[in-house]
């Protein structure tokens, strides 16, 4: 069975610094594209950032460009988001999800619990 | 940027009924689309994938249609346990995988 647990999340203050980690069982975690996606309470989704199997590739979402970094450790089987300089509409629940695919391009076919990141003074 | 749009925004559907959620694209997307029910306080679950393949352990009431820019899921006779939201989700166009705004199910 395909586990994805983040961890990481927490109340932060505007500008400073969070790491998520997401730690996956259950499947060849080393062959399969993963993603970050977030969700405000009662509103949509938005996919924040993916990832190939073997970091070959990566994108972000432009709102989260060059303040966000992604990251793996195959060997580990984690998954990593450095998020830096935190805004307030940063504040979500962050999804660590496979991608069903190796570079990308699948559908989103399993989703952990969330990790809930409030950015407030 | 591929924007997906739902409708409508709520549906109030009564049990046993036949429902269908509609997914519009701004461009195409082939079949490249998928959905997800998220009920509250869970993480969206994957239901149908290129556009019309069910996932696994997804009930036969569940189907989808659609190509290029319009996309249906149908729940053929609505069971208490599918209030829910339904988020349809393109993965043509990368990056970014982009979402619509979601669907509301709730009981009439």
């Known amino acids: 069975e395909v586990q994805l647990v983040e961890s990481g999340g927490g109340l932060v203050q505007p500008g400073r610094s969070l790491r998520l980690s997401c730690a996956a069982s259950?499947?060849?975690?080393?062959?399969?594209?993963m993603h970050w996606v977030r969700q405000v309470p009662g509103k949509g989704l938005e996919w924040v950032s993916g990832?190939?199997?073997?970091?070959?590739?990566?994108g972000y979402a432009d709102s989260v460009k060059g303040r966000f970094t992604i990251s793996r450790d195959n060997a580990q089987k984690f998954f990593f988001l450095q998020m830096e300089s935190l805004r307030a509409e940063d504040s979500a629940m962050y999804y660590c999800?496979?991608?069903?695919?190796?570079?990308?391009?699948?559908?989103?076919?399993?989703w952990g619990q969330g990790t809930l990141v409030t950015v407030s003074s | 940027e591929v924007v997906m749009t739902q409708s409508p925004a709520t549906l109030s559907v009564s049990p046993g009924e036949r429902v269908t959620l509609s997914c519009r694209a701004s461009?195409?997307?082939?079949?490249?689309l998928a959905w997800y029910q998220q009920k509250p306080g869970q993480a969206p679950r994957l239901l149908i994938y290129?556009?019309?393949t069910r996932a696994t352990g997804i009930p036969a009431r569940f189907s989808g249609s659609g190509s290029g820019t319009e996309f249906t899921l149908t729940i053929s006779s609505l069971q208490s346990e599918d209030f829910a939201v339904y988020h349809c989700?393109?993965?043509?166009?990368?990056?970014?995988?982009?979402f619509g705004q979601g669907t509301k199910l709730e009981i009439k």
């Open positions: 999800v496979k991608d069903s695919s190796s570079r990308w391009g699948g559908e989103l076919d399993s």
């Open positions: 259950g499947f060849r975690f080393e062959d399969y594209a």
């Open positions: 990832m190939s199997y073997n970091s070959g590739s990566i």
């Open positions: 461009q195409t997307i082939r079949r490249n």
């Open positions: 290129s556009a019309s």
């Open positions: 989700q393109q993965y043509n166009n990368w990056p970014p995988y982009t």
